[in-house]
């Protein structure tokens, strides 16, 4: 089906592929809602979206090219459209949501000699000029051009490809900027070079926004009730640290950790064994926690006669809290933390092994499978509103095509200033960084530890390298918020001294923007049309996805929100709704996704699966080397 041939009729239409606009897509469509799910981008999960090495280079061209980009929005583009008794209520075409892009490489560039063996095919291209110590980059280079017809954006009843297939093999052939220096840095590591960066490029999966899961949260439990777990796979965080007087350290967790860290004395551990203790009913004992409600949690802290050093495991690493958190908003944390500890592994958390964005897709693939309609590079142009009721009736996208619905959903990036009454909103400040090593060594090399709000993973990036992600609510650019924490853990070559701490090899700093503060109240919007806040500052995905259940409940207040899935066998199709144009849970390709070994592909009484409703249309991705015995598989079963 062209993307100019949709139905003409739908029940619910859905702008943006995030998380919580996945999540709603999901349950609508599992309830037999008729479902159409839309994105201008050219990959799903939005700001959720991971990205390999080199899409993400590309993502940064293309990024750099919106922004010099005029606007051409015209209110008068579809007026044909309307009829007597409606208004167009326009929608933005510039995704204003990400800002303060900055790309830095300090990676040593081999001599022609060793470029000649190393550099995958490509010209290179010269940068603009910087003062910066190292090499920035803002997308310096022109974008690739990429394919954008309309026959190929939509997918009608097919499972969604992931956001590492997003290029075709066309696009995935074409050249790869290679940036060079405008001063080349001196060569701290001849090991690993920016023309091995891009060699390895596909084994990376980097997350536009940085979040865990919970083993207890709300994610994880609505995996398990909905089956979607099963299109997933999963892996235990292995460590928590916390750095401290310019040292990192790991943070005990379980009891075991406790009376076995050597970080501790004696009656560090005793103190900390009863405080925790104390935290896990913490509300059974509101007369050790009365007069400090309303006061900061640090204070708690310090009147509970706690050491320094347990103050800050506790603050920091435990609660993963700021000092600005009151003590009963501190407790909950620091319990939460305590309930999800042991039910997956030794610490409270899980990270997906492909990459977050892999979970909006999990949703995205059950949305599909029963019914749901997806296109890619296809948008809303406006919404048709009755001037009578004052609700959206139908919406026109951006061929032209008007499409009767009951509900709209839309990300809030779609929204333009004038339809907001309230225009204040946070930013969060990221940063990426791709190193040479751990910041603290480890027996294991897969391995994926939290330190704050910085966490690095091993098991999405190449060998011999580092992924770290690093995330806090901003104060001013990301790179003011958090170039001294990437100064303070690693070694950012402006200089030729010789360090010990790992070596920054390429970072990218942004500000993305947070409106989770928001409700529908702030919005100047018809009563059907939804708005979706994009990710927030907290370490879990808790808000999104209450957020999708809050939603689900207005548009369908008596049907259950995300039933579980059937088993493929008993799912039975209709009429034209054939399984060739729908695939079953357990028939997803994840081929794409594969390693040489076919690791990750979906399993089937215990061998690879070797039917798919949708081939690989790209090769854009390489699953990394990853530990099959370290995986953690979620189910229904699971307590």
Not at 87 to 93: E, G, I, R, T, Y
Not at 537 to 558: H, R, T, V, W
Request: net charge negative; hydrophobic share 30%.
């Amino acid at each position: 089906m062209a993307a100019d041939n949709l139905p003409s009729e739908f029940d619910v239409v859905i702008l943006g592929t995030g998380l919580t606009e996945s999540v709603l897509a999901a349950a609508c469509s599992r309830v037999g809602q008729k479902v159409l799910h839309l994105d201008r981008r050219n990959y799903y999960a939005g700001n959720w979206a991971s990205f390999t090495f080199n899409s993400l280079l590309s993502w940064i061209q293309e990024y750099k090219a919106q922004q010099e980009m005029p606007s051409t929005e015209s209110d008068q583009a579809w007026v044909g459209k309307i009829e007597e008794g409606e208004d167009m209520l326009p929608l933005s075409s510039v995704d204003s949501s990400i800002i303060n892009l900055e790309v830095f490489s300090y990676a040593s560039f081999p001599k022609d000699s060793e470029a000649a063996n190393e550099e995958p095919s490509g010209s290179s291209v010269e940068p603009q000029h910087s003062d910066s110590p190292g090499d920035r980059t803002q997308g310096a280079a022109e974008p690739p051009k990429q394919e954008t017809e309309p026959s190929e954006a939509c997918k009608n009843r097919q499972m969604p490809e992931t956001q590492q297939s997003n290029q075709s093999e066309e696009s995935d052939k074409q050249e790869q900027p290679i940036t060079r220096p405008a001063e080349a840095p001196i060569e701290l590591n001849k090991r690993i070079t920016y023309a091995k960066l891009l060699k390895e490029g596909r084994r990376f999966n980097i997350d536009l926004v940085s979040k865990l899961l919970y083993s207890r949260g709300s994610l994880v439990d609505l995996l398990i009730k909905s089956n979607v777990s099963r299109y997933a796979e999963f892996k235990n965080v292995n460590r928590i640290l916390i750095c401290r007087d310019g040292r990192v350290k790991q943070v005990p967790c379980s009891r075991a950790d406790v009376f076995g860290s050597k970080q501790l004395n004696v009656v560090e551990k005793r103190m900390l064994m009863k405080f925790l203790t104390f935290c896990l009913d913490f509300e059974q004992h509101p007369e050790e926690f009365q007069g400090f409600s309303e006061k900061p949690f640090w204070e708690f802290l310090k009147s509970q006669k706690l050491t320094e050093n347990l103050q800050h495991f506790v603050l920091h690493s435990i609660s993963m809290a700021d000092q600005e958190i009151l003590t009963e908003e501190g407790l909950k944390a620091t319990q939460h933390f305590l309930q999800c500890l042991g039910r997956y592994g030794n610490t409270p958390f899980l990270f997906p092994l492909y990459g977050l964005g892999e979970i909006p897709q999990c949703f995205c693939r059950m949305c599909a499978v029963f019914g749901g309609i997806y296109c890619l590079r296809h948008s809303v142009q406006c919404l048709v509103v009755d001037k009578e009721s004052g609700k959206c009736k139908a919406v026109i996208d951006t061929h032209g095509q008007r499409i009767s619905c009951n509900h709209f959903v839309v990300e809030d990036s779609y929204i333009r200033e004038e339809q907001r009454t309230k225009t204040s909103h946070r930013q969060i400040s990221r940063a990426v960084v791709i190193t040479d090593r751990s910041v603290l060594s480890y027996e294991s090399d897969q391995q994926v530890l939290v330190c704050g709000r910085v966490r690095e993973c091993t098991c999405t990036c190449a060998p011999s390298t580092d992924l770290v992600h690093l995330t806090c609510p901003a104060s001013g650019s990301a790179r003011e918020d958090l170039a001294p924490v990437i100064s303070n853990l690693f070694h950012v070559p402006n200089r030729s001294e010789e360090t010990e701490k790992p070596l920054a090899l390429w970072v990218m700093y942004f500000n993305m923007r947070d409106t989770s503060g928001l409700d529908s109240s702030c919005y100047s919007l018809p009563s059907n049309v939804h708005v979706c806040t994009g990710p927030d500052a907290s370490l879990g995905c808790d808000y999104s996805i209450k957020l999708a259940e809050s939603m689900f409940n207005q548009l369908l207040p008596d049907e259950e929100f995300c039933p579980p899935a059937p088993n493929p066998e008993d799912i039975i199709y209709d009429g034209d709704g054939a399984p060739g144009e729908g695939a079953s849970f357990e028939e997803t390709n994840h081929a794409e996704r594969s390693g040489p070994e076919g690791e990750g592909q979906p399993q089937e009484n215990g061998q690879p699966s070797s039917e798919s409703s949708e081939p690989a249309e790209s090769t854009d991705s390489v699953a990394p080397e990853t530990n099959t015995e370290s995986k953690v598989q979620i189910s229904p079963t699971e307590e």
